[in-house]
């Protein structure tokens, strides 16, 4: 397989995997304005030049928007393989160029988020055990950081006091997010009309600065649904899977 970097000088030419759509497409145009401020602060998008989703998407940890301490590493905002993509060794292409590209610029190592078992958005903790990642932190909710250290003795990530203990002092549902994950761009706007027409308390809080992801009250930023303060979940959800999980 061949990769290509996604850039600002060629991002209006380039899919961007999640989102295969034209940039017209209120997912497409959102996730592309999101990478091109990230760029220049270290982010970096690699995908297979084949049209599907396979790419891996990282940037220094200090600039991550994630309430996480960890000075020095890597952080990888997403890395997914699927569909007819899915089992050809790709996410091990993938993960190996992050590693390389860290090493080259002096990285103390990789950093990500999973759970104890596989919850969707989330990486693989049977891949990463696999390739060596160790978990370093846990919150309460059960959302854990991992990291792969280059070098014996490094330092370990960590998560923010804020994130080690999700929850909010408000009632009824409330979602935090941001524009990195393109799905949020179409559907949160449904949520929000759903909750309306059917008398549902719902508030959506768009994350919109580095600033407020590092110090926001959830370990995953890109989608944290909240009930009554307690977390509930980071899966993405449309008008139906909303309505079953409140019960109407």
């Known amino acids: 397989m061949n990769y290509i970097k996604v850039t600002k000088d060629n991002i209006e030419e380039e899919h961007i995997c999640c989102a295969i759509s034209n940039n017209n497409d209120v997912q497409v145009s959102s996730k592309k304005a999101w990478l091109s401020d990230r760029f220049d602060e270290g ?7 084949e049209r599907g989703k396979c790419f891996i998407e990282y ?5 991550a928007w994630n309430p996480i301490d960890a000075p020095g590493y890597m952080y990888i905002d997403c890395l997914w393989v699927s569909g007819s993509l899915k089992g050809h060794g790709y996410s091990s292409d993938l993960l190996s160029e992050c590693i390389k590209d860290g090493k080259d610029k002096g990285k103390k190592g990789l950093c990500i988020l ?4 596989k919850k969707p958005f989330l990486a693989d903790p049977k891949f990463l055990k696999y390739k060596g990642f160790e978990v370093c932190d846990e919150a309460d909710n059960g959302i854990q950081l ?3 250290p ?3 003795g490094a330092e370990k990530p960590m998560f923010k006091e804020c994130a080690k203990h999700p929850h909010i002092d408000e009632k009824g549902y409330v979602l935090y997010y941001t524009n990195q994950c393109p799905f949020n761009a179409k559907y949160v706007p449904v949520l929000e009309e759903t909750a309306k027409n059917n008398s549902i308390p719902f508030r959506a809080v768009k994350i919109e600065s580095r600033k407020d992801a590092q110090n926001a009250p ?3 930023t890109t989608y944290a649904l909240f009930c009554d303060g307690e977390y509930v979940t980071n899966e993405q959800m449309n008008d139906k899977k909303f309505l079953k999980l409140v019960g109407k």
């Open 43 to 49: 982010l970096v998008f690699l995908k297979s030049v």
């Open 150 to 152: 280059f070098e014996k």
């Open 114 to 117: 999973a759970a104890s078992k």
């Open 146 to 148: 991992w990291y792969l």
């Open 59 to 63: 940037i220094p940890a200090e600039n």
């Open 218 to 220: 959830t370990p995953i």
